[in-house]
């Protein structure tokens, strides 16, 4: 059995140095940089690797060696590694996450946990043999919006849950944009329903109390790609015409306008191993879905029904909870339109959206209404728990991860592997329906663990 006592300061290796990794290098480099470092880097790309070790140098000094992903165990060894942080391509969690289980060390893993439900069920295998510990990085539980919802389910002011309808709109930016990059290819990360789902699915989960017993889905590739709603008599916009006649192409992403982005993926990196970060969302070949409605059953009696578009004009969701007693409203406007700044560049960075916020119609913001039965709709305050991203949120998250939260969390925040499994389970479940139009149930998957 493993050790209980936890290192003062552990050591980590970061296995997948892409874009993902950013955010928990910051975290060990700055806020909880008394809490772990960086010693060694499982990253196939030695230029991406570099992009990495350069920020960790020039604050720590030295230098940490970089492995290949065959060599993880002997990154773990040689190293003296405690806890190992997985944000690889999602096809790979399963080989890594048991690996470095196996290992001997604790395991940090970016969701979804794996791609598929035979893969996840490899990671619940290396879990219950070795009883090391896999902290899940749920960061939509932290947000204070999200947090705010749960907090009147919980409080049974609107009683007894009977439904949920989770609509989320991805827009023509960050939607658009899994059909660029390596999501695009549905074998990599299980499509949508499971690489991105899995985050809102969680929160339902973790929102209503409830464990999903059944799916049923339908949808499929409807816009982009050669044969989509854009290949089929698309008619551009006006203000699509507008920015063609400025010479911008809305529908192209240019690496080099983004100094992380070309460093990380620009012609060095893609020398090494092919992989293209800015393709043609309009190419032939794509396999990812991006429209999708499912209808999920639950223990108990609360039924989903929830919808994703990745090619809306605006980013956001809402989410409507019946209860018994009355009926909580949560709106949340990421992104109010997609525009493009004098240089003819797409606002990229969410933090933006405040550039947005006085728009009469579809203001950046968050807002969440509680009515119960024959009274007046009451709207709560959404409080931002400090700087950061999601108010604040990813704060919080990392605390969870790598510190020790300041206090107990009464609504229970931080994740576990039978949370990871649910969430990712229904993704699961609902591409098998679309496979077979027939409805999953959760059970039937093999996921070689009791969900409730």
Do not use: C
């Not at 590694?81 to 196996?102: C, G, I, N, Q, W």
């Not at 992403?253 to 309009?282: H, I, K, T």
């Amino acid at each position: 059995m493993p050790s209980t006592s936890v290192p003062a300061r552990r050591r980590y290796a970061i296995v997948g140095a892409g874009h993902r990794a950013g955010m928990f290098v910051t975290a060990l480099l700055e806020e909880h940089a008394a809490d772990g470092e960086i010693v060694a880097w499982v990253e196939p790309n030695p230029v991406r690797a570099a992009v990495h070790e350069a920020r960790v140098a020039a604050v720590l000094g030295g230098e940490r060696p970089v492995y290949q992903p065959g060599d993880l165990e002997k990154a773990i060894a040689e190293q003296a590694v405690d806890r190992v942080v997985v944000t690889s391509v999602d096809r790979t969690h399963a080989d890594l996450v048991s690996r470095a289980l196996r290992a001997g060390v604790d395991v940090v893993v970016e969701k979804p946990l794996a791609a598929t439900a035979a893969e996840a069920r490899q990671i619940v295998d290396a879990v219950e043999e070795t009883g090391r510990d896999l902290t899940l990085t749920f960061n939509y539980r932290y947000s204070p919006r999200n947090s705010a919802l749960r907090e009147v389910i919980a409080s049974g002011e609107i009683g007894r849950v009977l439904s949920v309808h989770f609509d989320w709109a991805l827009d023509t930016v960050h939607g658009a944009d899994y059909f660029r990059r390596w999501h695009r290819e549905k074998v990599n990360n299980g499509g949508l329903l499971v690489h991105k789902s899995s985050h809102h699915f969680d929160l339902v989960n973790w929102w209503i109390d409830a464990v999903p017993e059944r799916v049923f889905a339908s949808g499929g590739r409807r816009f982009y790609g050669d044969d989509g709603a854009h290949a089929q008599g698309y008619e551009p916009t006006a203000a699509e015409r507008e920015l063609n006649e400025r010479g911008v192409d809305p529908w192209f992403l240019d690496v080099d306008q983004d100094a992380r982005l070309a460093a990380l993926y620009g012609p060095e990196a893609q020398a090494v191993d092919g992989y293209v970060r800015n393709r043609s969302v309009f190419d032939a070949g794509i396999t990812t879905e991006d429209t999708l409605g499912l209808v999920v059953e639950y223990a108990g009696g609360p039924v989903l029904t929830y919808s994703l578009v990745a090619s809306a004009p605006w980013e956001g969701y809402r989410a409507v909870v019946n209860g018994s007693r009355g009926r909580a409203e949560l709106e949340v406007v990421e992104r109010g339109s997609v525009e493009f700044g004098d240089d003819g560049r797409a606002i990229l960075d969410p933090s933006l959206t405040e550039a947005f916020a006085e728009d009469p119609v579809r203001p950046a913001g968050d807002r969440l209404v509680v009515q119960r039965h024959w009274e007046r709709a009451e709207e709560r305050p959404i409080v931002a728990v400090g700087p950061g991203g999601h108010g604040g949120g990813d704060r919080l998250l990392l605390a969870d991860v790598f510190g020790t939260p300041a206090d107990p969390d009464p609504l229970g925040r931080a994740a576990r592997l039978v949370d990871g499994l649910r969430a990712s389970g229904i993704g699961y479940a609902g591409n098998r329906s679309l496979e077979t139009g027939e409805p999953v149930r959760l059970a039937d998957l093999g996921l070689g663990t009791d969900l409730s």
